[in-house]
């Protein structure tokens, strides 16, 4: 099993306000969101079957709180959704990092 830590971490964006002045502050980066993101990605091309099982992933995931247990099947649609991808921005490398690096577990059956 892989462990993917989803503890938000803080990024840089830049808004425009109403009178269209623009202001640069830092937001917690939502991984649960970037993780559904991924998956349902349109350069994926999914099939509606695939698009149910990732669903249930998503839904695992964003039942999770500090950290999810995947299945090594379940990381791998990650690291192939991430690998698909046609760019990242700054602020994803540390998503990215914690998807591609997630440590093996061991978990014993009771």
Same mark, same amino acid.
């Given at each position: 099993?892989?462990?993917?830590?989803?503890?938000?971490?803080e990024?840089?964006v830049?808004?425009?306000?109403?009178?269209?002045?623009?202001?640069i502050?830092?937001?917690d980066?939502?991984?649960?969101?970037?993780?559904?993101?991924i998956l349902?990605?349109?350069?994926l %091309?999914?099939?509606?079957r695939e698009?149910? %099982?990732?669903?249930?992933?998503?839904?695992?995931?964003?039942?999770?709180?500090?950290?999810? &247990? &995947?299945?090594?099947?379940?990381?791998?649609?990650?690291?192939?959704?991430?690998?698909?991808?046609?760019?990242?921005?700054?602020?994803?490398?540390?998503?990215?990092?914690?998807? &591609?690096?997630?440590p093996?577990v061991?978990?014993?059956k009771k």
């Open positions: 099993m892989r462990e993917i830590d989803l503890t938000p971490y990024v840089m830049s808004r425009k306000n109403e009178a269209g002045e623009i202001s502050g830092k937001v980066y939502d991984l649960k969101a970037s993780i559904a993101g349902f990605h349109p350069e %091309k999914i099939s509606g698009a149910v %099982k990732r669903d249930k992933l998503c839904e695992k995931v964003e039942a999770s709180e500090g950290s999810v &247990l &995947l299945e090594e099947s379940d990381w791998k649609k990650l690291v192939e959704a991430i690998e698909s991808l046609p760019s990242v921005g700054r602020n994803d490398v540390k998503f990215v990092e914690r998807i &591609l690096d997630a093996e061991t978990v014993d």
